[in-house]
């Protein structure tokens, strides 16, 4: 049982050569994990997930020679330079990681996406909502912190532990509480 659990967690971890594996609970570290997973492994894969693939600026070139004096010829784009060929790779690259990070059932969510960043933002939909049902959660999660009180016959270790969850939360809602306040409050909460 021991070893099935830190198989998990190694796999929901990642490496150095793999991307980390979403748990839908653990969605906040995935996604953290994923981010700093796809910066290091290439230099332009992590900014295919914010803006989108690289879509390079194709003008026209007008056709010199024989052909323009004769008043024929179309104009043409130019092509990709090298350096656009190398961002245009990049897209693929984090579809394909992002893709393996993900369990059978959330890939039949994304199976129908484009883009890296379409997958990212439908996967952050998923499990962490619109706006509003993150600022629902992040005043739950404060109403929690502020509220917090020992249950009558509850150990302190229970108690320390409910009081990190409603922390995680917090954290997780994009608020952060200093020591002191989070001391304090834990204390009068007892």
């Excluded at 323009?68 to 990049?90: H, I």
């Excluded at 379409?118 to 109403?143: H, R």
């Amino acid at each position: 049982m021991a070893q099935a659990l830190s198989l998990n967690v190694s796999n929901s971890v990642g490496g150095s050569n793999r991307a980390p594996i979403l748990v839908a609970t653990e969605y906040h570290h995935w996604s953290q994990r994923m981010e700093k997973y796809l910066r290091i492994l290439r230099r332009y894969v992590w900014r295919s997930v914010e803006e989108g693939p690289h879509v390079p600026i194709l003008t026209p070139v007008q056709t010199v020679g024989a052909i323009a004096r004769l008043g024929g010829g179309q104009p043409t784009l130019n092509r990709p330079n090298k350096d656009d060929l190398d961002k245009m790779e990049n897209d693929p690259i984090a579809f394909y990681e992002i893709s393996c990070g993900v369990a059978p059932n959330n890939f039949d969510i994304i199976i129908n996406c484009k883009s890296t960043k379409e997958i990212w933002d439908v996967l952050k939909n998923l499990y962490e909502g619109t706006e509003q049902a993150q600022d629902k959660k992040f005043t739950t999660a404060l109403n929690e912190f502020n509220k917090f009180n020992a249950h009558a016959g509850e150990r302190l270790e229970d108690s320390f532990k409910r009081f990190n969850l409603i922390i995680t939360k917090l954290t997780n809602a994009g608020t952060v509480r200093s020591n002191h306040e989070t001391n304090l409050q834990f204390l009068n909460g007892l």
